[in-house]
């Protein structure tokens, strides 16, 4: 079945670690993102990539890092910089569709807790 | 980015039509309006976009008001499955593929 995979589902770091959240897909999709969701709150913009090989910052990229070396794959990092690392990451991919469609397809989501 | 403002909460009966607002009042001639919906501890997922006619599809109906400042989201029969909070968004149709979430509409399903 085709779709977007991300693991762990759940991640637990000491403070002051760098983590990587893995996203991978096989639905052939060019564009990736990556966000993250606090409780009660909407999804905010961490870093997209619409190509293999070129990312662009989201609105809160600051502490994160991602790379984007295959098609199917776009992992995050997140580093000792970022100051509440602690929410749910969630990784996308979108189709090219007709009409204006382009939906983004969303993995399970990755919950970190940093203690 | 245009925003858009949709209440915080709803609630309906099971089984029976669900009517979801949301208001952009500013919202440019280029901007699709996407819908997408985000179960308990899930990722979104898509239900319907329109530009300017109304649409079906098989989980829902839009219903875009004439002068696109507000739309609709069209639940026709209501399952306790549909229990989710529901993101307006309003997507740039000239190549700005970002969706800037609000925090949606928490719909509540009686059974």
């Known amino acids: 079945d085709g779709g977007i995979t991300q693991s762990p589902k759940y991640l637990f770091r000491k403070e002051g670690q760098n983590v990587t959240l893995s996203c991978e897909q096989n639905l052939n999709h060019d564009a990736m993102y990556w966000y993250r969701q606090d409780p009660g709150q909407g999804l905010r913009l961490i870093y997209y990539s619409q190509i293999v090989n070129d990312f662009q910052k989201g609105d809160i990229a600051e502490g994160y890092s991602v790379s984007r070396e295959k098609k199917e794959s776009f992992p995050l990092t997140v580093t000792s910089a970022q100051k509440n690392p602690t929410a749910f990451y969630l990784c996308?991919?979108?189709?090219?569709?007709?009409?204006?469609?382009?939906?983004?397809?969303f993995g399970p989501g990755t919950r970190l807790t940093v203690t | 980015d245009a925003k858009t403002t949709q209440p915080n909460s709803m609630e309906s009966n099971e089984e029976e039509p669900v009517h979801l607002p949301c208001n952009h009042s500013t919202i440019s001639g280029t901007d699709y309006i996407h819908w997408y919906r985000q179960l308990p501890s899930q990722g979104p997922e898509y239900v319907i976009h329109g530009l300017t006619s109304n649409v079906n599809n098989r989980m829902a109906s839009l219903a875009i008001a004439e002068d696109r400042k507000s739309s609709t989201l069209i639940l026709h029969r209501a399952t306790l499955r549909d229990a989710a909070v529901y993101y307006c968004i309003l997507r740039d149709g000239f190549g700005n593929e970002k969706l800037t979430f609000g925090t949606g509409t928490r719909l509540t399903i009686i059974p």
């Open positions: 996308a991919s979108r189709s090219q569709g007709a009409s204006g469609r382009n939906e983004q397809y």
